[in-house]
């Protein structure tokens, strides 16, 4: 059984709100769940659960403001578009998120660890290139272009991504650059590519295979699973 309250915390001049979901008992370990294009919804919250049934304390993080939400693919777009072009102020907005997570009774601030879907696997990508204090970092179907500024030095984090190779959002040149950055930081770092798997892939509402976005339910399981097995490794 699991159990869920609402955070607030404010950051960049606005007031946030995450949901944390907590396991029945003590936490293993802590993670930071960045949400996709259209803002904290459905998808990251039940995937809270999910980590909470298995042992984790998770929040559903928020970088567009309490109750901001995009409704279609436009408004999705005019929200992230921003903080896409602004990492500096993207990076303010998640290291808010997880302070607001550390600061809670039930968490470890020494481990923590964040998993992100789409823009939010970007945002952990870039948590990792920055070197915020977290074990690990897992993107799902991220959007895996560098900032400009991506940080320098050695990256502490493990790094874990999960892309589908027909992602029209990342192709297999981003997917090699994504590799070469890795090393050339010095990451622990790990890619798992779909075959036949675009964009969007762990979501059950995703349904636009005309626009590359399309819900797997075998890619979404296995990454899942290896993510799973990723967070034994970092918080043991």
């Known amino acids: 059984m699991t159990i869920s309250r609402l955070i607030e915390f404010d950051a960049d001049g606005q ?37 909470a049934s298995h042992g984790y304390a998770a929040m559903a993080g928020d970088v567009y403001g309490k109750g901001v939400r995009g409704g279609s693919n436009e408004e999705n777009e005019k929200l992230m578009t921003p903080l896409v072009q602004d990492r500096d102020k993207l990076q303010t907005r998640l290291r808010a998120n997880l302070d607001a997570l550390a ?3 039930e968490t470890d601030a020494g481990k ?9 696997g970007l945002s952990v990508l870039d948590m990792a290139r920055t070197n915020a204090p977290l074990l690990g970092v897992g993107a799902f179907h991220a959007i895996l272009g560098k900032p400009d500024k991506p940080g320098e030095g050695a990256i502490k984090p493990k790094v874990i991504a999960f892309q589908g190779f027909a992602d029209p959002m990342a192709g297999p040149d981003d997917l090699k650059s994504f590799g070469q950055e890795m090393t050339e930081r010095e990451a622990d770092w790990q890619l798992y590519t ?43």
């Open 15 to 51: 007031t946030f709100e995450g949901k944390l979901v907590l396991p029945d008992g003590a936490p293993k370990g802590t993670v930071l769940i960045c949400h996709a294009w259209a803002g904290r919804a459905a998808h990251e919250e039940a995937y809270a659960e999910t980590l």
């Open 103 to 105: 600061a809670q009774p």
């Open 112 to 120: 923590i660890a964040a998993a992100g879907f789409c823009f939010g």
């Open 194 to 236: 779909f075959g036949n798997v675009t964009h969007a892939f762990t979501n059950e509402a995703a349904n636009q295979p005309e626009n590359g976005l399309q819900f797997n339910r075998f890619a979404r399981d296995r990454s899942y699973h290896l993510f799973g097995h990723f967070l034994e490794d970092a918080f043991q």
